[in-house]
C-alpha cells in the first residue's frame, strides 16, 4: 500500500521488499545471460579452433603425402622427351608427332586444372588432327601447379602417372590424356592424387597397363620431373605460373574466355593460327 505524505509518495516496508526481489531477479537474469553468451562463445572458440586445427592437420597430411610420392626416386624423363635427355634444369615435354613436322606447339598444363580441360576441348582434337597429318608436332609439359596453389596431390600423382603412359607409346599417350580430362574432377577434389584411381582410370586405354607401367605410376617414377618442369615454366614466366599456357613457334596462343569469344570461334582461331604457321615452315 502507497501512502502520500511530505514531498512524494512513500512505499511501505513490503513494497520496498518486492522492489528488492525484483532488482535481485533481474540481476539473476542478467547474470544468467552473461554466462550463456559465455559458454556460446566458448563454443564457438573451440569450434573453429577446432576446424583450424583439423585443416592444419589435413593440409600436414596432404603434403606429407605429395612428398612422399617419388621420394627417393632419382630424376627421370619419360621416353622421347624434347629437348633430349631431360636434365633437371629442363626435364623436357612429352613429343606426340611425328619427328619430321616443322612447326611446334607447346602446351604447358596440369592434369587438375580446368582451363586446360577447357582447352582441350576446344583445341585437342585439332592437335591430334594436325600431328597425325605429320603438320606440328605437340609438345606436353606437365606441371603440378593446383597442387601448389590448393593442396592435394592430384597434379602430381596424375601427372607423373600419365607420363609413365609416354613410355608407352604416343598412341597410349594421348589415349590416356585424353580420358584424363574426360573424366578430369573439380578442381577442389584431389581424386586424381590416389594411385589406384589413376591405375583403374588407364585399365580404359587398351595396351597400356603392365607391370611396368604399375611400377613406374606407383613409384611416383616420373614425379621429380613434374616438379622440375614447374620450375622450368616458373622460371620462363617470371614466377607467375598460369595453364595452360600454349605456343605455336614461340608464339602465345592464350585461352579467352568462352563467355566473351566462344569455344567453336577460338577453334577456328587456332586452326587459323595453325595453318600460317604450317604455311610459314613451307
Given at each position: 500500500m502507497t501512502t502520500s505524505?511530505?514531498?512524494?509518495?512513500?512505499?511501505t516496508g513490503r513494497e520496498r521488499a518486492a522492489e528488492a526481489r525484483?532488482?535481485?531477479?533481474?540481476a539473476?537474469?542478467?547474470?544468467k545471460q552473461l554466462v550463456v553468451g559465455g559458454v556460446t562463445l566458448a563454443v564457438i572458440a573451440l569450434a573453429v579452433l577446432i576446424g583450424v586445427l583439423v585443416q592444419n592437420n589435413k593440409s600436414a597430411n596432404s603434403k606429407n603425402a605429395r612428398n612422399?610420392?617419388?621420394?627417393?626416386?632419382?630424376?627421370?624423363?619419360?621416353?622421347?622427351?624434347?629437348?633430349?635427355?631431360?636434365?633437371?634444369?629442363?626435364?623436357?615435354a612429352i613429343v606426340f608427332g611425328k619427328p619430321d613436322a616443322k612447326v611446334t606447339v607447346e602446351v604447358d598444363e596440369d592434369v587438375r586444372c580446368p582451363f586446360c580441360k577447357e582447352a582441350e576441348s576446344f583445341f585437342g582434337a585439332t592437335n591430334k588432327e594436325y600431328a597425325d597429318a605429320g603438320k606440328i608436332q605437340v609438345h606436353y609439359r606437365l606441371v603440378d601447379l593446383i597442387d601448389r596453389n590448393g593442396g592435394g596431390q592430384g597434379s602430381l600423382v596424375g601427372g607423373a602417372?600419365?607420363?609413365?603412359?609416354?613410355?608407352?607409346?604416343?598412341?597410349?599417350?594421348?589415349?590416356?590424356?585424353d580420358l584424363i580430362y574426360k573424366n578430369q574432377p573439380d578442381e577442389t577434389t584431389d581424386t586424381y592424387g590416389s594411385v589406384d584411381y589413376m591405375l583403374n582410370l588407364a585399365s580404359q586405354v587398351p595396351n597400356l597397363r603392365s607391370a611396368t607401367f604399375d611400377k613406374c605410376a606407383t613409384s611416383g617414377k616420373y614425379a621429380q620431373w613434374i616438379k622440375d618442369n614447374y620450375t622450368w615454366l616458373n622460371t620462363k614466366l617470371g614466377g607467375n605460373v598460369g595453364t595452360p599456357d600454349i605456343?605455336?613457334?614461340?608464339?602465345?596462343?592464350?585461352?579467352?574466355?568462352?563467355?566473351?569469344?566462344p569455344g567453336t570461334q577460338q577453334t577456328a582461331d587456332y586452326k587459323a593460327a595453325l595453318d600460317a604457321a604450317v604455311a610459314k615452315q613451307g
Amino acid at each position: 500500500m502507497t501512502t502520500s505524505g511530505g514531498s512524494g509518495p512513500r512505499r511501505t516496508g513490503r513494497e520496498r521488499a518486492a522492489e528488492a526481489r525484483r532488482q535481485q531477479a533481474a540481476a539473476e537474469r542478467r547474470r544468467k545471460q552473461l554466462v550463456v553468451g559465455g559458454v556460446t562463445l566458448a563454443v564457438i572458440a573451440l569450434a573453429v579452433l577446432i576446424g583450424v586445427l583439423v585443416q592444419n592437420n589435413k593440409s600436414a597430411n596432404s603434403k606429407n603425402a605429395r612428398n612422399a610420392y617419388g621420394a627417393g626416386q632419382p630424376f627421370a624423363a619419360p621416353s622421347g622427351v624434347a629437348p633430349s635427355p631431360g636434365t633437371p634444369a629442363d626435364p623436357g615435354a612429352i613429343v606426340f608427332g611425328k619427328p619430321d613436322a616443322k612447326v611446334t606447339v607447346e602446351v604447358d598444363e596440369d592434369v587438375r586444372c580446368p582451363f586446360c580441360k577447357e582447352a582441350e576441348s576446344f583445341f585437342g582434337a585439332t592437335n591430334k588432327e594436325y600431328a597425325d597429318a605429320g603438320k606440328i608436332q605437340v609438345h606436353y609439359r606437365l606441371v603440378d601447379l593446383i597442387d601448389r596453389n590448393g593442396g592435394g596431390q592430384g597434379s602430381l600423382v596424375g601427372g607423373a602417372t600419365l607420363a609413365c603412359a609416354a613410355d608407352v607409346g604416343q598412341t597410349e599417350f594421348i589415349a590416356f590424356h585424353d580420358l584424363i580430362y574426360k573424366n578430369q574432377p573439380d578442381e577442389t577434389t584431389d581424386t586424381y592424387g590416389s594411385v589406384d584411381y589413376m591405375l583403374n582410370l588407364a585399365s580404359q586405354v587398351p595396351n597400356l597397363r603392365s607391370a611396368t607401367f604399375d611400377k613406374c605410376a606407383t613409384s611416383g617414377k616420373y614425379a621429380q620431373w613434374i616438379k622440375d618442369n614447374y620450375t622450368w615454366l616458373n622460371t620462363k614466366l617470371g614466377g607467375n605460373v598460369g595453364t595452360p599456357d600454349i605456343y605455336i613457334d614461340g608464339t602465345p596462343f592464350p585461352l579467352k574466355d568462352p563467355n566473351a569469344v566462344p569455344g567453336t570461334q577460338q577453334t577456328a582461331d587456332y586452326k587459323a593460327a595453325l595453318d600460317a604457321a604450317v604455311a610459314k615452315q613451307g
